[in-house]
T-cell receptor
Framework: EPEVTQTPSHQVTQMGQEVILRCVPI?????FYWYRQILGQKVEFLVS????????KSEIFDDQFSVERPDGSNFTLKIRSTKLEDSAMYFC????????????FGPGTRLTVL | LAKTTQPISMDSYEGQEVNITCSHN???????ITWYQQFPSQGPRFIIQ???TKVTNEVASLFIPADRKSSTLSLPRVSLSDTAVYYC??????????FGAGTRLFVKA
């Protein structure tokens, strides 16, 4: 069964550093998403991406965040200048179609900002 | 976006059927109801989705009454490995998916 993969599984960085989280969505999926989950809290939507552009984003997704699909398989989330409060699990998801189609989540990247 | 309300936690024993009810009083005509399962430090995993009446797959059943203001996820014969957080989501044509706090299910031996 195809699945979403994410790398690295755990990233430790210093405050103020840039990090790039990587995702490989399911191959025939067209819609891509990033979510985050701070320890012990809810899963929060960050951004959705389709046809090489952001289709929707939350208020969390401010100017320090950016997303990119650099090639035909990868989908990345960049955090330009990390803050302590960016420490969380970051989940990538993909769906074949948008809207109500099922989103399949990756295993997540645990980001720790020191 | 329709808000959902679920019990914070539930306990069950192995082999029992578990029913988790979610209320979504302001669900819109185009909204679908989706349930996800999440284990600690893992991504949410799709369980089932429905629009009305009853949907069944190999994992669970989803019951949706005619007014669609609530839905019930039914897990037959749970095992210890079903201990997880279960999220009820109401999703419409937008891409933004809102997760609530979910229901923490504890399955005991």
């Amino acid at each position: 069964e195809p699945e979403v993969t994410q790398t690295p599984s755990h990233q430790v960085t210093q405050m103020g550093q840039e990090v790039i989280l990587r995702c490989v969505p399911i191959s025939n999926h067209l819609y891509f998403y990033w979510y985050r989950q701070i320890l012990g809290q809810k899963v929060e939507f960050l951004v959705s991406f389709y046809n090489n552009e952001i289709s929707e984003k939350s208020e969390i997704f401010d100017d320090q965040f950016s997303v990119e699909r650099p090639d035909g398989s990868n989908f990345t989330l960049k955090i330009r200048s990390t803050k302590l409060e960016d420490s969380a699990m970051y989940f990538c998801a993909s769906s074949r179609q948008g809207a109500t189609d099922t989103q399949y989540f990756g295993p997540g990247t645990r980001l720790t900002v020191l | 976006l329709a808000k959902t309300t679920q019990p914070i936690s539930m306990d069950s024993y192995e082999g029992q059927e578990v029913n988790i009810t979610c209320s979504h009083n302001n669900i819109a005509t185009n909204d679908y109801i989706t349930w996800y399962q999440q284990f600690p430090s893992q991504g949410p995993r799709f369980i089932i989705q429905g629009y009305k009446t009853k949907v069944t797959n190999e994992v669970a059943s989803l019951f949706i009454p005619a007014d669609r203001k609530s839905s019930t996820l039914s897990l037959p014969r749970v095992s210890l490995s079903d201990t997880a957080v279960y999220y009820c989501l109401v999703r419409t044509g937008g891409f933004k998916t809102i997760f609530g706090a979910g229901t923490r299910l504890f399955v005991k031996a």
